[in-house]
Each structure stands twice: as C-alpha cells, then as structure tokens.
C-alpha cells in the first residue's frame, strides 16, 4: 500500500528521520482510510510522539503553522509536510476549541480524540495499519461511527455532527445508529459553530455520491434547523433530497437548492449572504438560476447566453436531467459561436466615443445609452461597426427625447 502510493512515498523520509531520531512516527487519518478504499491520496498527514521543539531539531527548514497545537510543517525538496504531536485535549468550553492541549507519547492517546472510527486509522513505514477503534471494520460495513462516547465527541466539537453526515455523502455510507441518535439529542449545538465551517461541510455534502442518503440524515436528525434559513423548509429539502444523479459543482449545488425552495430572484443574494457566500459566487448562483428559469421553459437565445456568459450556460445544461429535460450542448456551442460581441468591451464604440460625437457631458444616459447599443448588437439590430453604431446611437437618442 505505501510503496503503490505517490503521496505515501515522497512523505516516507520524514517518517523514517523522525523514527531515527528515537521517536514514533505515523501516516494517520484520512490518508490511511482513503487508501484502504483504494481512493485517490492528495496529501498525507503525520503524527508523531516528538514535540514540535523536538520536530524542529530534527529537520533543518520548518514553519510553525499551528504550535500552539503541535502541528509543524516541515520543508523537503520543495514540497511541505504537516507534522502533528500525538495530543489529547481538557474540556471544551464552547463546543469547538479546547481549552488546552496536551502533547503525549501515546498514539493510542491521540487517535482515542479523533471523531469517527474510519479516520482513528494510523499506518506505520510498513504499510501495517493500527487500529484500536474497529475503524477497518467499520470500512468494510461502510459505517460513520464516532469514536467511544458520540455524545463526547460532539460537545468536544459540535462541527463533527456536520461531519458525520458529510462523510455519509463523500464515502457513500451510513450511519451508525447511536452516532445518529447522538447527533438527533444534540443537534442543537451546531448552533454554537461558524456558519463559514457549517458552509463547508454542507457543500461537501451536496456534492458527494452519497447525497441522497446524507441529506435523509441531515433532515431527520434536524441539522437542518440550525442552518442559514432552512429551519422552514423541510418538506422541499426532503424533495431536493430525492434527486436522482451527483451534483457536478458547487454553483449547481446551490442553485438547485434555491430552485427547490422556490426562493425568488431577490431572495437569492439575501439567502446566500447568510450562508457566508462571497460576492462574486452570490453572481454567479442568482446568474445560473435566472438562466435555469429561463432554460427550463425554452433553449437559450443568444441574448439570455451573453448575459449568463457561456461557462455558466454550459453548467446550466448540467442541471436539466435534475428537471426530466434534456440537455443540448451542441445547440449552446452553435449560439455561442453566432455571438457578436462576448461583452461591451468588444463593442466598436466606447462611452469616450459617444461623449465626442455628441458632444455631452457624463450622465445616466450614457450607461443607457452604451446597454441600448449592446442589446442592439445582439438583436442583429446593427452591425458592430463604429460608424453604424453611431448613426444607431443618434436615431435612438433622438426617439428618446421625442418621446419624453
């Protein structure tokens, strides 16, 4: 298993320096379990029962990421490895940070705070996989279970619950029944947790093979009533839940779930404010949904393609089977390569050129103006040709004054 590994392989030499140096060293988490389901590793994680002033002995570049909880990141021909003493955590006074960790030599100690059985793994230089939870078992029965007390794993951090039903989603598992149970009694708690972290969680969520079943969850153990506007609506996610096929990105994810809460344009930014969302992906959502509405009634002029932009168009023909409709790329390639113009930049006259020809000073009727000429250009109502457009401009401002 490690020697078949790429990621296992480059990391192999920390390992075996640590290990030279008299300490325990171990690939852990979900590296250990991504390769037991013969899934693809991008990175590795390490624990080790050195300090991180021990770590920094040993190994001549190193950064301190995060000390304070005894991760280092090591630098070795040019690539970096996080490295982890073996911890164990006091209480948690707001159901997300300890209030004190405590490095120890025990790896048992360590993999013992770890949240779910399938990630309380550790594989040792060999490739031989330690575990004391019945995490390999679990694997084989494609169970989310916590480790020991699911009640202790969830007040130590509430964000495990979101977790929890997000592995079901990614790995396309179930669900322990006392884990669930354990998640239905304190669902509550999420509350104390960043939207920013639940946002995460959720989106990994809709995007997993497993969506169907980790969204049963979601809704039955009542998650989603500590979610960013979701508390009303449990009959549409329970629909949502239902659709069949993967949600390819997370712009579709979002905007197939506004679509099932039958949100209108104006509540899509408000909605995905709340969620934490940047600007530019709040754009984009109320973009492919205006598109989407539009889609699911006729294919896409070449005036509804320039204004959600190609990109978007194409993950729009991506949610139709999620509708019963059929998709038609080679009818969007075949407008999209009619377009004249791509966006006002390639128009044959500026806002500069109109200023001069008609010798005006800046206003509103500039931007109407430049809009008017664009949406002119792509009725086919005028060439995009400077003079042509100019001799547009003046009949247009001419009716508008005639008709104010």
Not at 5 to 29: C, D, R, S, T
Not at 186 to 195: R, S
């Amino acid at each position: 298993m490690i020697t078949s590994n790429h990621e296992f392989m480059k990391a192999l030499p920390i390992i075996k320096k640590i290990q030279e140096a008299g300490f325990e060293a171990y690939f852990v988490g979900g590296c250990v379990r991504d390769a037991l389901l013969n899934k693809e590793i991008n990175d590795v994680d390490i624990a080790t029962s050195a300090f991180p002033a021990e770590i920094k002995k040993i190994f001549p570049k190193t950064f301190d990421v995060g000390i304070e909880h005894g991760t280092v990141m090591v630098l070795r021909k040019n690539e970096t490895y996080e490295v982890t003493t073996f911890r164990t955590e006091s209480t948690y006074q707001d159901f997300r940070r300890p209030d004190e960790v405590v490095f120890v030599r025990s790896l048992k100690e360590d993999l013992k705070r770890r949240d779910f059985t399938v990630n309380a793994l550790a594989m040792d230089q060999e490739g031989q996989v330690i575990d004391y939870f019945g995490g390999q078992n679990d694997l084989k029965k494609g169970l989310i279970k916590a480790v020991g007390s699911p009640e202790e794993r969830f007040f130590e951090d509430a964000l495990r619950m979101m977790r929890g039903v997000r592995f079901i989603s990614q790995l396309d598992f179930v669900m322990d029944n006392e884990t669930e149970k354990a998640i239905h009694k304190n669902h509550a708690l999420l509350e104390h947790i960043a939207i920013e972290r639940i946002q995460v969680e959720f989106m990994k969520l809709l995007l997993g093979k497993g969506r169907q079943k980790a969204l049963k969850t979601f809704i039955e153990t009542e998650l989603y009533c500590y979610c960013p506007e979701l508390s009303p609506y449990k009959n549409e996610l329970i629909s949502f839940a239902g659709l069949e096929g993967q949600i390819p990105t997370q712009l579709a994810a979002w905007t197939l779930l506004i679509a099932f809460l039958e949100k209108t344009e104006d509540e899509i930014e408000p909605f995905l404010r709340k969620w934490k969302c940047s600007k530019k992906e709040m754009q984009r959502v109320k973009t492919a949904y205006i598109a989407l509405q539009q889609r699911l009634k006729a294919p896409l002029t070449r005036l509804s393609l320039y204004q959600s932009g190609y990109d978007i168009a194409l993950e729009v023909e991506a949610m139709l089977p999620f509708f019963y409709c059929e998709s038609d790329i080679a009818y969007l390639e075949e407008v999209n390569a009619s377009l004249p113009i791509r966006n006002k930049q390639e128009m044959a006259v500026s806002g500069n050129d109109l200023l001069q020809q008609f010798n005006a000073k800046p206003g509103k009727w500039l931007g109407e103006a430049l809009d008017a000429i664009e949406r002119a250009i792509l009725l086919d109502e005028v060439v995009n040709e400077r003079d042509q457009l100019l001799d547009w401009t003046h009949s247009y401002l001419k009716k508008k004054r005639d008709n104010s």
